[in-house]
Structure formats: C-alpha cells, structure tokens
C-alpha cells in the first residue's frame, strides 16, 4: 500500500458528474473508491488500476455506515470525500407529487446527510480531511415546476454551510459543490434549452481544480452561472418574482 497516495471517496460515480471526478481523480494518481447502486457501470469504471467500486444505496442508512467502514479497511485512510449522488424526475417535478418530493428529499438531501453521518467521527477523530458536497445552485431560491428538486438543493445548501462551520472546529474542511447545467442522463431529461451547457470533463476540472488546488467555501461553474446566481441571491423578493415569472415559468 503506498501510504502517500492520496484517497477519495466519490457517490453517485455510476454515471454523470461522479463518474467523471473519479476518473479525474484517479488520472491525477489518487486511489478513488467509487459508490452508487449500479453494480456493473461501477465495475466498468473500476477497471481503472486506481479505481475500487463499493455498491450502495444512499438511502440505506447502515449499508453507507458498512461501506465506508469496509473503504477504510481497505483503503487505509480516507483524505477526501465527493457526494454526489442525486436524482431528478422532470415529469413528477411538474405537478405537487407528495411520493415525489419524499423521494427526492430522501436522495438528494437524507442520503447525503447519512453520508456524512458515515465519516463524521472518522474525520473530527483524525483532525484533517474534506468533506464535499455536489448541490446545485438552484438551491439558492424557489423556482417553478420543480417541487422537489431545487427544495432538496435547498436544504442541501444549508445543511453545508451549517456543517461549514461544525467541521472547522476538527480543521475538517466543507465544501459546496454547485455546477451549472452539465450534460448527463439526469439533464437530458429537461425539455427546455439549458443555458451554458458543459460536457462532464469541464465539471470535473472544475472540481479537481477547486478542491484540490483552491480554498473557497463554494466552487461554482460555469461562470456565467456564478455571476447570474450571484445576482439573484441578493435580489428582492420583487424583482426575483418578476423575471423568473417573465423568462423561466414555462
Ligand atoms: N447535471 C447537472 O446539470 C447538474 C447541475 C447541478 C447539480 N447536479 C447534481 O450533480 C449530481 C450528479 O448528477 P448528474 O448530473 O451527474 O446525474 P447522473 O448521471 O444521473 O448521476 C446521478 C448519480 O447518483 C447516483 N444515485 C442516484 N440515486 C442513488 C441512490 N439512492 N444511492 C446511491 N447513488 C444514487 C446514480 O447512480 P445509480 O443510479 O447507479 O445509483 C448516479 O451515479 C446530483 O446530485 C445532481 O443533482 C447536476
């Protein structure tokens, strides 16, 4: 085992944004565990000499805890983690589907925060490490048609910035993930043209980059999804309310 090597944890690494920051991760020489319930996709992408794949449902709160337990064994140590497991249904999302919302808050926003109930005492014990979260910047205000979702990134936001501060105390660093639109299975399902639409690789850059090479809270991207989001948290109610009612209620 070579101990220097640096070791991450990426979820929701079937597919999407996931895949391509473990395989990132991996070209950068990290040891990269990889976890999401597709068994084979994972077995796929873990053909890479520094790629392991540990099947999981984020909603199986015990099978998380089991995993990273059996990550650690094997890995030794863990440096960083990368949740981003997450799910989208454009159809449910436009109507108030209770089953829908209960769903996707139990994805997005409880299976992350049972990941990290995996690793908390992992990382507070060892006084070092990262935690990071993939949220979306959607979660900054309300938006129409998506009853479940952009409440999910909601909720994700702010249980990142409030573990921001909870980690610090141990030098754990928290980090919010918040890409733009990026091309997946999850935003080929939007019937709408995406605004500054990138492929994964751009996001996994980004990530890396941001992780690894910078100190911010936040790594944000495209840009030009920063700058609007940007604008947008400090608008009035008023004015937020009236462009969105004008250029997004489809
Ligand atoms: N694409 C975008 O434009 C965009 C923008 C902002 C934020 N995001 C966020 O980025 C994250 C990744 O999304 P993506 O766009 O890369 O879509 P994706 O390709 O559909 O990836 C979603 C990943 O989550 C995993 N997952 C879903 N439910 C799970 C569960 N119950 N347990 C474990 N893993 C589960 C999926 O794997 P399995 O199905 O194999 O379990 C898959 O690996 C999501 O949190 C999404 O909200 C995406």
């Known amino acids: 085992m070579n101990e220097n090597q640096k070791k991450v ?11 391509a920051v473990a395989e990132k991760f991996a070209k950068e020489n990290w040891k990269v565990a990889i976890s999401a319930r597709r068994v084979e996709l994972l077995n796929e992408i873990a053909k890479n000499e520094n790629i392991f794949a540990y099947p999981m449902d984020v909603t199986d709160q015990s099978r998380t805890e089991e995993t990273f337990k059996k990550i650690l064994k094997d890995f030794g140590k863990l440096d960083l983690c990368i949740f981003s497991s997450g799910t989208y249904e454009r159809k449910s999302e436009k109507g108030l589907n209770v089953d829908n919302v209960k769903k996707v808050i139990e994805v997005n926003f409880l299976g992350i925060v049972g990941c990290v109930k995996a ?18 910047p959607v979660g900054y205000r309300g938006l129409p048609k998506s009853s479940g ?7 994700l936001n702010n249980f990142t910035q409030g573990i921001y501060f909870d980690f610090k105390k141990f030098n754990v660093r928290v980090t919010l993930i918040s890409p733009g639109f990026i091309k997946t299975a999850l935003t080929d399902k939007n019937d709408f043209k995406m605004p500054f639409l990138k492929d994964t690789n751009y996001a996994a ?15 944000i991207f495209p840009p030009q999804i920063a700058f609007i989001y940007k604008i947008f948290q400090i608008l009035p109610n008023k004015v937020y309310n009236y462009l969105i009612n004008k250029f997004v209620n489809r």
């Open 205 to 219: 850059e980004k990530i890396y980059d941001g992780l690894v090479n910078k100190k911010s809270f936040e790594i």
């Open 9 to 19: 944890w990426v979820t929701g690494a079937s597919s999407g944004i996931g895949k």
């Open 149 to 155: 979702y952009t409440a999910s990134k909601a909720s």
């Open 119 to 136: 690793v908390q005492e992992y990382f507070q014990n060892k006084k070092s490490g990262h935690i990071s979260i993939v949220s979306s």
